[in-house]
């Protein structure tokens, strides 16, 4: 009281530089003496001596006293007491920053996490397609259907025609045998697919290989390969069974993907599984070994509506004890068609950890020629067809049923029923099912005339033509039979239709005319769009 009272007689209050009066004990300084305003010798060597480190200022112009005034020129009326701040409001405004601070660093880290597993899976992403994509395939009509004219070079060329197999792999026995033989052909312009089965024991002649069973032309090509790595003895495989599967169907094949089974389970079981109705004659059952173990697989599936995951599909779609090929293919073009469903219905796969392993499984167990323009372009293209636009096709069900059954080298075969090697019923069938989309868009009617006097020329050049999807309306000899050397092409369209004219100066290796020569005294039926006239180069 008696230092209160002091103070209050000399008109001020003693302070430090900081403003803070020193008399109160919590602050542990001793208050100035009564002495001279300037005398804080005391006080300084307090606040110098101690931890926090308040350094007296350095004598100059201003003394000390008197720069502690100009800081603080307003005196304050009552000593500030730290005592009288709130612990619990110090403890809040405290708490907040940490709280902040600790969002901060969890956001942070998400941030990494998340971008690590982005450029992790976007590498294995770009590792896998390195593997998946290896180029090479190529059709016309794969990105657009106004395609450069000049790039489609024999019918066909108009569809996206993809050849699926379907292998053990590795693990398995035979393992480059063709256990899965499938045409997948996209006809771009009217947004459809056709899904064609090809017998595995169908009998066939491999280039250089003799005749054996279809399922052997891949593993010879790829066993025969002179390729110094892996993806270019699968190339050689690719090759070799292309060229026998289009001598026997008569359309060029565009693209090629090699599924093991392990990929194919992958691919199911990645999707959640797929869901497809079973008809009765596609039931199964059969108590099967899984390969490699010591335990069994029953297989019953029932007629109806069935969920299958990615084991159960695998041996569906190999299962045909007590059945025919036929059927099995029949069973597989359905779960092609569930797997489709299942895919554009959920999107892009969602879950990273399945995504990883199925880009793991992809990788190692999957080969395709496409590269990464093509492929995006099939995606949208596919998502455009609705299952009610895929047909399911093979080559036994009436009035198409062109193959039977028999035996050759003491083994169990498929045949065409016209005799063995004889494939022009098939070849037939196949190029007017899997129609050119450009030669049926325009649909053009053509009129065929022998113009020889050799007896059966225009039947000859007309069926030819039909078999190759053209609509050929009439056949007929020319009234006046002047024996042409070379065929002669009449373009009555206007050039209107030009893929068919295109089409048929590439098989004739002609220019097309724009009217019917006089001497041959031919008048076309109304709505004719191209005369071909026969020389005697038809029968060379």
Known sequence: MQAK????AHGRRDRSIDGI??????????????????DFSGELGSLASRAEGFHPMRAGSHPVGTLAQEINPDPLEEPIVLDDIKPQKAKRQ???????????????????IILAAGLFLGFKAYKTQQQLLAGGGAAPAVCNGNVDINKLKIEG??????????????EHQGGDLSDTIIIASLDPLNNKIDLLSIPRDLWVKIPNNGYQKLNAAFAYGKQNSKAKDATGEVRDGVNLADQTIESVLGVPIHYHAVVNFSAFEDIVNALGGVDMYVTPEMAAYERLWIEGTNQHYTLDVKAGQQHFDGRRALYFARQRTGTSDFVRGQRQRALLVAIKDKIFSVGTFSNPIKVSSLLDSLGKNVYTDFDSGSIKCLYQQTKEVSSANIRSLDLVTPPNDLLTTGSAGGLSIVR???????????????????????????????????????????????DELKSYGYNVTLVDNAPKQTNPLNTILVDLSGAADKYTRHYLEQR??????????????????????FVIIAGKDVQQ
């Not at 009272?5 to 209050?8: A, D, E, L, S, V």
């Open 5 to 8: 009272k002091h103070r209050r």
């Open 21 to 38: 009066i020193t008399s109160n004990p919590h602050l542990g300084t001793p208050a100035a003496p009564s002495g001279g305003a300037n």
């Open 157 to 170: 060329d108009g569809r996206v025609n993809i050849l699926l197999l379907g292998i053990g792999g590795e």
């Open 94 to 112: 405290s708490k907040h920053p940490r709280r902040r601070r600790f969002i901060k660093r969890l956001a942070l880290s998400l941030l990494v």
């Open 416 to 462: 065409p029923k016209l005799g063995l090697y004889d494939f022009s019923q098939v070849q037939n069938y196949v190029r007017n099912t899997l129609r050119d989309s450009y030669l049926a868009k325009e649909n053009s009617s053509i009129a065929v005339y022998n113009g020889t006097t050799i007896a059966g020329v225009g039947k000859t050049k007309g």
């Open 508 to 529: 004739f290796k002609l220019f097309a005319r724009d009217s019917i020569p006089a001497e041959f005294g031919i008048t076309a039926p109304q709505g004719t769009k």
